[in-house]
């Protein structure tokens, strides 16, 4: 059965035997190592050529011009592993962000709103989760629905324009640091640690990669594969909600229209980092890297004053070039 070869999260097989004996996060290193080489030579051209680059002030930035992405992506990597996609997180991210904006005005407790705004993406998330394991719908048009009817809910919610916070505190938590880093970045790091804990050192992380590889043997093996779904896909959904919140309290405003596109940018750092479409191989290191190396083109790119219509076609020959490279390691995998 693939249940076995898939559970361990790095993409290995029995077949693999001169790395069987060695500790899983070695494993894991020497299996995006080729990735790794590519962050590094990257970082370094763009440190070497492009003015302004290296520095603490845009290295601190790119930072925090990544942790949307990054912090999405930790969980977008746990779907993904599943076998299955979530194309709603965009939409989520903005409604979240309208719905603490709307409770904190009105309550006036930052917490209240806090919380409103990561329970409805939590909801959302869980109720996709119920769609997709209750009634077999494939992920891909289940959540591609729910991104419409989601970003209707946001528009609703605010009354089709932007909804200014009356509470001063709400501002905090995007600005508040520590260590030279903001609250934003920290979250972003601790999901990563987190998730990265929960997909290689838990029954559940075994359980998820090993339904992502065979869900059929997965369910013989005792996995309740409907339940496994409806809590990932939940768990994306706070994610996502608590990412909604704080991008919020960046831009000072719930805004219906913030985010668009942000599920093809999450996707393609999922990919590039080495997490398999088809399900069943994620790594954690994998995905930090694809999102580090999506941030530094996005960021030099900003450097350059490259037009903004020429990042779209950047950004869509990445998604390109990571889907192929995703279809070349399966059918390496097939062939092995």
């Not at 190592?33 to 603490?56: M, Q």
């Not at 930072?63 to 990597?77: K, P, R, V």
């Not at 880093?181 to 990265?196: D, E, K, N, S």
Request: charged content about 10%.
């Amino acid at each position: 059965m693939t249940t076995h070869k898939l559970a361990g999260g790095d993409g290995s097989t029995a077949a693999a035997t001169p790395r069987r004996g060695l500790p899983k996060p070695l494993r894991t290193l020497l299996d995006t190592s080729g990735l790794i080489a590519i962050f590094v030579i990257l970082f370094v051209a763009l440190a070497v050529f492009i003015p302004g680059f290296f520095t603490g002030r845009n290295m601190v930035g790119l930072l925090l011009s990544i942790t949307l992405i990054g912090t999405i992506a930790t969980t977008m990597m746990m779907v993904l592993a599943l076998g299955e996609v979530d194309l709603s997180v965009a939409s989520i991210v903005a409604f979240a962000g309208v719905v603490a904006a709307v409770v904190t005005s009105a309550s006036g407790s930052v917490m209240i709103g806090v919380l409103g705004g990561v329970l409805a993406g939590g909801a959302v998330g869980a109720f996709n989760g119920f769609v997709v394991a209750k009634f077999g719908i494939n992920s891909l048009i289940a959540t591609l629905a729910a991104m419409e009817f989601v970003r209707g809910l946001a528009y609703i919610t605010s009354g089709g324009d932007a909804v200014m916070i009356t509470v001063p505190e709400f501002f905090d938590l995007g600005s508040a640091s520590f260590l030279g880093l903001t609250l934003p970045v920290w979250t972003m790091i601790a999901c990563f640690v987190i998730f990265g804990v929960l997909l290689n050192m838990t029954a559940f992380g075994r359980n998820v990669l090993a339904t992502g590889g065979n869900p059929e043997a997965a369910a013989l093996a005792g996995v309740n594969v409907r339940r496994l779904k409806v809590i990932v896909f939940g768990l994306q959904g706070v994610v996502a909600g608590i990412a909604g919140v704080l991008l919020t309290s960046r831009m000072g405003l719930g805004d219906p229209n913030t985010s668009m596109g942000l599920e093809l940018a999450v996707i393609s750092a999922c990919v590039l980092g080495g997490v398999a479409l088809s399900g069943g191989v994620a790594t954690i290191t994998g995905v930090l890297v694809g999102v580090l190396i999506m941030g530094c083109v996005q960021n030099a790119m900003g450097l350059l004053n490259v037009p903004t219509f020429y990042q779209y076609l950047v950004r869509g020959a990445i998604l390109l070039l990571a889907v192929m490279f995703d279809r070349w390691k399966q059918t390496r995998r097939q062939r092995a």
